[in-house]
């Protein structure tokens, strides 16, 4: 799990969390309009905070090795 927080404008902060596997049924946590759930794939296609682009990279050669 990588954890990320970024200052934006001052006293914004924009805080950004990637688990690696999350134990928890999709219809138990429901989307709203600051979360959402995404595969990876899917992240490739967001726009992912240039700090947290890593993760996702990392994440997608873990999927393809098969490591979870």
């Known amino acids: 799990m990588y954890s990320r927080v970024y200052d934006l404008e001052g006293d914004s902060v924009h805080y950004v969390l990637i688990a690696y596997e999350v134990p928890i049924a999709r219809d138990r946590i429901r989307e709203t309009g600051s979360r959402t ?4 794939a899917e992240l490739r296609r967001m726009p992912v905070l240039a700090g947290s682009r890593p993760i996702v990279r990392d994440l ?5 090795r098969g490591v979870t």
Do not use: D, I
């Open 37 to 40: 759930w995404a595969t990876v």
């Open 60 to 64: 997608g050669s873990r999927r393809r």
